[in-house]
């Protein structure tokens, strides 16, 4: 038990750099300060995931949030102005009606959240100690994840794919490729 | 004159292979640690990306050239359905692996199938945020030398 409880600590200073993170965001002006502190905002939940033990899903963050989306974030900012405008008072309060409608909803359906490891919880308890058990035997492969994603519901993934591919054809068909310069010439 | 950033350049030369080979073994090492076709499919796009960063986008479309990209993006999606249509022909339910290879003990039929289908993942996912990286930079001007 004494272990479980100093990982614990460290998942609380990490949901603390967030939170920071999070209102330091909300303060700045300089769009190029924010698009970084996304950067790090992701790279921050990547850690907490590793902590969590959900090391596919902290892989995907930090590879994706903190890494392609940042940039991405970038090119869309050269494209814009560097500062954003002051807004009215109004729209603070808007905002900050909608945040804490939405805290207090999260807040009451806390009660109803497993503890953390619950091996009783919705998660552990059906379809998933299915695949645990039955992976070695049926797909005879470590990473239980990979299984899951590619065998089990490979056809989940695959529409998956299809969903990427989309994204791509969206932005190709909005922006072309880039590659009109040298069809051009 | 000195070309800016050396210190860039000469780093990220010496980390971009690094970064390549970072992505295949994810690529190839997904049935064993965690991984696989996506994200390996984001850091080799994130490779291309950081040279582009470098080197100029233009530099970077004649190492990776946007037609290739371009095809990159359905072939993909190719080889997953693609998967899915062989297993059918071999007998087996659509993306049933187990027909694919006879050693059922070892289960060689998941393995190549998990493979082929991640496969799938990897090339539309590098593509496509290729894509989406091409066409925002296509739109914008090289990052001026005041502004780094």
Redesign the interface.
């Known amino acids: 038990m004494a272990n479980l409880d100093l990982t614990q600590y460290l998942d609380y200073a990490l949901i603390a750099m967030l939170v920071v993170v999070g209102i330091a965001i909300i303060r700045m002006k300089n769009l190029f300060a924010i698009v970084m502190l996304t950067g790090t905002y992701s790279l921050l939940s990547a850690a907490w995931f590793v902590s969590l033990d959900a ?2 899903v ?3 963050e930090a ?2 949030g903190a ?2 989306s940042t ?2 974030m970038l ?2 900012m ?2 814009t102005a560097r500062d954003c405008k002051p807004e009215g008072k109004a729209r603070h309060i808007v905002a900050l009606l909608v945040v804490v409608i939405t805290g207090a909803a999260l807040l009451y359906a806390l009660g109803d959240m497993p503890i953390y490891g619950d091996p009783n919880s919705p998660v552990n308890a059906y379809v998933g100690m299915d695949y645990v058990a039955m992976t070695p035997n ?6 239980i ?3 899951v ?3 089990y519901r ?2 989940d ?2 529409g ?3 969903v ?2 989309t ?3 969206g ?2 068909l ?9 069809e051009e010439n | 004159m000195m070309p800016p950033h050396i210190v860039l350049r000469v780093v990220s030369k010496l980390l971009i292979p690094f970064i390549v080979v970072f992505g295949f073994y994810v690529h190839f090492h997904g049935d064993y640690s965690p991984g696989g076709g996506f994200q390996a499919g984001v850091i080799l796009a994130a490779a291309v990306i950081l040279y582009a960063l470098i080197f100029g986008v233009d530099a970077a479309k004649k190492a990776v050239p946007p037609s290739w990209v371009r095809i990159g993006m359905a072939l993909g999606g190719l080889i997953y359905a693609g998967t899915g249509i062989v297993t059918l022909l071999m007998g087996g339910d659509f993306l049933d692996y187990d027909v694919l290879h006879p050693d059922l003990s070892h289960k060689s039929g998941q393995h190549i199938g998990i493979m082929c289908v991640e496969l799938g993942v990897l090339t539309t996912v590098t593509c496509v945020m290729l894509a989406i990286f091409y066409a925002f930079a296509g739109r914008t001007p090289d990052i001026s030398d005041e502004d780094w």
Not at chain 1, 138 to 143: A, L
Not at chain 1, 174 to 182: A, D, I, T
């Open positions: 090391v596919d902290a892989f995907t590879a994706v890494g392609i940039v991405l090119g869309a050269l494209l049926d797909i005879n492969v470590p990473n994840v990979t299984a994603l590619a065998s490979g056809f993934t695959l998956e794919t299809f990427v591919f994204a791509g054809l932005v190709a909005l922006l072309g490729l880039g590659g009109r310069k040298e």
